[in-house]
């Protein structure tokens, strides 16, 4: 979140998102950060959501001094900062063990 927005990557851009969900946790299940690259999506996989022809999987990666959620794309995590769409090689995945 940026101010009152959900920025995320898409289309090579950084775009804000004004009304969005929060993913929380209110069984507590177990979930996890596991370290992947390459496109790597390990098993338990959190689905964050869907575009045309994939499914979404929730990633974090480490940018400029921060640590910023994304999706994975391809062989990347694909995260949102300073209105791109930065495409990182090795991240972490968000799973329930």
């Known amino acids: 979140m940026v101010a009152s927005n959900c920025n995320i990557s898409y289309g090579g851009r950084e775009i804000e998102i004004r009304n969005y ?26 689905l964050g959501g869907q575009e045309p022809g994939r499914s979404l999987y929730i990633c974090r990666a480490g940018y400029q001094n921060g640590v910023h959620p994304g999706k994975v794309v391809a062989s990347n995590c694909n995260i949102g900062y300073g209105g791109k769409e930065i495409e990182i090689r090795n991240y972490e995945v968000l799973t329930t063990p």
């Open 21 to 46: 969900e929060v993913l929380t946790n209110p069984g507590q299940r177990s979930l996890q950060w596991v370290a992947a690259s390459g496109g790597q999506v390990p098993g338990g996989a959190v």
